[in-house]
T-cell receptor, first 108, second 113 residues
Framework: KNEVEQSPQNLTAQEGEFITINCSYSVGISALHWLQQHPGGGIVSLFMLSSGKKKHGRLIATINIQEKHSSLHITASHPRDSAVYICAVKGSNYKLTFGKGTLLTVNP | SQTIHQWPATLVQPVGSPLSLECTVE??????LYWYRQAAGRGLQLLFY??????ISSEVPQNLSASRPQDRQFILSSKKLLLSDSGFYLC????????????FGSGTRLTVV
């Protein structure tokens, strides 16, 4: 069983919809990352959080340490949000453990 | 500002040929450097990390090696590529110590034929 589980694996939405991607993990962590990977492959770091909630534009990330769960929300989704969203958790040292990603497609 | 450069973007190599992928970081000193691989349908996997010049730690036994000849340069190599080496390779850096965020390069898509 993967230490980091994301759901759903695939998500298709209509432009304007509110989107939620979930991440559950089974190990103790010092931080959780949400990453965005576009079709070309390059990865952009969206959030790093260890508690509570962070917001950047239309993106919101939350984490519940007790429940070992995080969510990434996209408000007013747009076709340019189409990408793979990856959750990664970090323990006490260097290592990131990655989920397999959620493929989001937003149709106009 | 800090930036990370990775090249080439795509590469098609025959089985048995050598490999050299290069990654350089600008705007920071003594970064932690990482090589990750993303095989088709799988999550990112850490291959190597380095906390300083000449210091390389390997996570997964394989056909690849890494070197850090300069503080902000990280090289991924192979003497003889295998078909199973195909994948998407990403370089990343983080500030020294383990508390910071990560910055990823744009990646190299390697196809071994």
């Amino acid at each position: 069983k993967n230490e980091v589980e994301q759901s759903p694996q695939n998500l298709t939405a209509q432009e304007g919809e509110f989107i939620t991607i979930n991440c559950s993990y089974s190990v103790g962590i010092s931080a959780l990352h949400w990453l965005q990977q576009h079709p070309g492959g390059g990865i952009v770091s969206l959030f790093m959080l260890s508690s509570g909630k962070k917001k950047h534009g239309r993106l919101i990330a939350t984490i519940n340490i007790q429940e070992k769960h995080s969510s990434l929300h996209i408000t007013a989704s747009h076709p340019r949000d189409s990408a793979v969203y990856i959750c990664a958790v970090k323990g006490s040292n260097y290592k990131l453990t990655f989920g397999k990603g959620t493929l989001l497609t937003v149709n106009p | 500002s800090q930036t990370i450069h990775q090249w080439p973007a795509t590469l098609v190599q025959p089985v048995g040929s050598p490999l050299s992928l290069e990654c350089t970081v600008e705007g920071t000193s003594n970064p932690n450097l990482y090589w990750y691989r993303q095989a088709a349908g799988r999550g990112l996997q850490l291959l190597f990390y380095s906390v300083g010049i000449g210091q390389i730690s390997s996570e997964v036994p394989q056909n690849l090696s890494a070197s850090r000849p300069q503080d902000r340069q990280f090289i991924l190599s192979s003497k003889k590529l295998l078909l199973s080496d195909s994948g998407f390779y990403l370089c990343a850096w983080s500030v020294s110590g383990w508390s910071g965020g990560y910055t990823f390069g744009s990646g190299t898509r390697l196809t071994v034929v």
